[in-house]
């Protein structure tokens, strides 16, 4: 006679391993930092994200005691206690995690039961990091909201724009007088100054998405050329490269021109500097390692800076700058940094802009894995 073991055959238990192992292999590609204690408050498992910050591999994590990874350590031990002891489904509350003896990172942390008895997860969020995250949410949002005005705003403008075209030319045919053409012809030029306006805003979304071979730093000679051949005296455009950085699969024209529209907008903001003569714009090349952006964690990523010494992005528009018809200068279009945030998301990227009076950088991430 014989009985079923309840114990799962070799090649179940293996599928289940193999399930575990693929399971926390998944909280590597996560942006926050994850923890996984056991009821007695030892670290089991750390992620890719909070190894980084503590500046520790993974097993010098693993093994410790959850509150001495925190300056409150009694806070962390009854967090612990009602977590797993199932008295909370979730518990949040502020901390600070240790990254050294002498530093500290405040961050937002979330306490809850795991599917294993007694265990528990802990995930922190650096409070920088957070509103990071919400300021990329924003300008996501922000981007999918300028893409449907726009397309609006051309289906409402291009026909009617075309008929009074059309009229002012029929009109102008049948009048004799040169004054009154004077007249159609402004009609005439003015539809033509704002067809190529819509033209312009629906650039991104015409044009398809040519991928190739792109070397940045080509990129960057180009733009410099192009930016001291428009501004040949009063100003440097100065060279920051990392030369190890590799070749990349992107739309080398959309690349160009979106990298060209910071820096000439840069540049004109840089008027009195120019005309006193020391006026800098740096162009920056580096790689980033393990990096969220777009709501994405990326293991290698470009990261690209425009950076200038000229008076800052005014404070009207900081929160708009993105956005289409918003400019900081008198007769500008307002197109330029909203293409270039076009262009750099198509490549599922992101630019970001911090400005102070005399620095003022704008920060290109595109992902490289």
Known sequence: MTTKSSHPSRPQAMKSRAKSTLNLDAFHLLATLLLMVDESGVVLFANAAAQEVLGLP???????????????????????????????????????????ASDSMPVHVVASPSEVLGQVIFELLPLEQQARKEREDRILDQAQANKELIRNLAHEIKNPLGGIRGAAQLLQMEIASKDLVEFTQVIIREADRLQTLVDRLLAPHRRPHVVSDVNIHEIFERVRSLILAEFPRGLKVQRDYDTSLPNFRGDLEQIIQAILNIAHNAAQALTERI?????????????????????????????????????????????????????GRDGGSGLGLNLAQSFIQQHHGLIECESLKGKTDFKILIPLQ
């Open 58 to 100: 993974r097993r010098s994590i693993q093994g410790q005691r959850m509150e001495n990874l925190f300056l409150e350590r009694e806070k962390i031990k009854l967090a612990l206690e009602s977590a797993s002891q199932e008295h909370a489904a979730v518990l949040r509350f502020d901390a600070n995690l240790k990254k050294s």
């Open 275 to 327: 005309e006193q003569g020391d006026a800098v714009i740096i162009l920056k090349s580096r790689v980033a390692r393990q990096v969220s952006f777009s709501n994405q964690r990326h293991r290698l990523a470009l990261e690209l800076h425009v950076i200038d010494n000229g008076p800052g992005v005014p404070a009207s528009i900081k929160d708009r700058l993105f956005s289409p018809l918003v400019s």
